[in-house]
C-alpha cells in the first residue's frame, strides 16, 4: 500500500512539475517573440521615418510558438498589403501595431511567414528539455520612394 502511495504521489509531483516547466518554456517563447516584433516594427518604422529609398536588413529571431507574421489592411480585410504588421501567437491570440498610428502613412507590402511548429515526437522531446525550435528570418525592409511604400523581404536561415 506504501508503494502504491508513494508512486501515486510521485507522478503527482512529475505532472506538477512538468506542468510549471512547460509554462515557464511557453512565456520565454512569448516574451521572445514580442520583443522580436517590436524590433521589426522599430525597424520599420525607422525605414519609412529616414529618407528616400532607405532599406534596412535585420535578422530576428522568432520562436516556432508565432503562428505567422503578416502586413493587414483593416479596411478591407486584405492581408499582404496594409498599414498594420501582424503577429499571430499560439495560444495568445493575434495583435496588430498600427503604422498610421505610429506615424508612418505609407502601405506594407509582405508576404506572410508562416513560422508554425510542426508536432514530431522530436519537437515534443527537445520543448521538454528545455531546447525549443526558433525560426531566424532575415528582413530585407526597403522604402520605394517612386512607388511611395514600403516592401518586407524575407528569408528564412538555418540556426547555428
Known amino acids: 500500500m506504501w ?9 503527482l509531483i512529475f505532472v506538477a512539475g512538468y506542468t510549471l516547466l512547460s509554462h515557464w518554456v511557453h512565456n520565454n517563447e512569448v516574451n521572445q517573440a ?3 516584433f517590436s524590433s521589426l516594427v522599430s525597424s ?4 519609412c521615418n529616414l529618407g528616400v529609398d532607405r532599406q534596412e536588413i535585420s535578422p530576428y529571431i522568432f520562436p516556432k510558438v508565432v503562428n505567422n507574421i503578416t502586413a493587414y489592411n483593416e479596411s478591407t480585410d486584405e492581408y499582404g498589403k496594409g498599414n498594420s504588421l501582424c503577429i499571430a501567437i499560439e495560444g495568445e491570440g493575434s495583435y496588430c501595431e498600427n503604422l498610421k ?5 505609407l502601405p506594407i507590402f509582405m508576404d506572410a511567414i508562416e513560422i508554425r511548429e510542426r ?42
Not at 508503494?3 to 507522478?11: E, T, V
Not at 498610428?101 to 502613412?105: A, M, Y
Open 3 to 11: 508503494i502504491i502511495a508513494g508512486l501515486i504521489i510521485g507522478s
Open 34 to 36: 514580442q520583443q522580436s
Open 44 to 47: 520599420l518604422l525607422n525605414v
Open 101 to 105: 498610428k505610429l506615424e508612418c502613412n
Open 119 to 160: 508536432k514530431t515526437l522530436f519537437s515534443v522531446v527537445q520543448k521538454a528539455l528545455g531546447k525549443p525550435q526558433s525560426a531566424k528570418i532575415r528582413f530585407n525592409i526597403t522604402k520605394i520612394s517612386s512607388e511611395r511604400s514600403i516592401f518586407i523581404n524575407w528569408r528564412e536561415e538555418i540556426i547555428e
